[in-house]
């Protein structure tokens, strides 16, 4: 693997400009897609570029996003992994980390190694990592989304880190908040209310109806309304990537497969 080059302080590398591929999509297309997991699958919000109208769907792989919706969209951020370390810690989680001071910083979590991918069970993966470094273990919640993490590396390319990246909710309200980390936990009712007030000023008003309407189709157990509030955030941030707006939080390093470890918010 590659040696992973020393992060910047603070915010990370400066913010690229969209390549020709991606200004292609982008003038060829006219919607945006954010996506989240959950547990019926992956929540997709398609935030319209023209009059910033929005509506949600459930998809039931992340291949048929890619494929279906997702293949003619100008950009899409997804609340997943992209590009994973053989050893150590990706850069990008740190600079996370340092813009969501004080208070989100828990919300940044520790993805798996590539080699972890290849246990069947979290006492293997966490064991082995153990072995390999000091404090090399993995916790629970990250290994609960690895299936998820697998399914996006499948299908996915170097090429198509174009116009699809991985972003992080919490950095992308912070930047609708001017900067500052969300006051409140996301799942309290302070926190909701603090988000889609975020989400309605930056004019995605039609977040709630989204939440709503997946909610009566596929009930309440199926989607949590900050699941559904967070793939409207990164919707946002496919469309603050395509304008130059968005933050960029990477060192730049690639993984074994040449995918780019980077945050966007």
Known sequence: MPKRARSSPESAMPMPSPDRTTRKRAGASEFVL????CRAGWIVARLNLSGMSANGFIAMSFAEILNGAGAQAAMIMVDMPIGLADSGRRACEGLARRRLKPGRTSSVF?????PMLNF???EEANAWGKRQEAKGGLSKQAWMIAPKIREVDAAITPADQARLGEAHPEVAFARLNDGRPCAHAKRRQEGEEERLALL??????DAEDIYQALRKEHGAKA???DDVYD???LALTAKARLEGKAVHLSDGARDARGLVMEIWG
Do not use: H, L, M
């Open 110 to 114: 520790t993805p798996p190694r590539r």
């Open 120 to 122: 069947d069970a979290y």
């Open 223 to 225: 989607v949590k309304r």
């Open 231 to 233: 793939a409207c955030a």
């Open 34 to 37: 954010g996506v989240d997991g």
């Open 200 to 205: 309605t000023r930056a004019g995605f008003s």
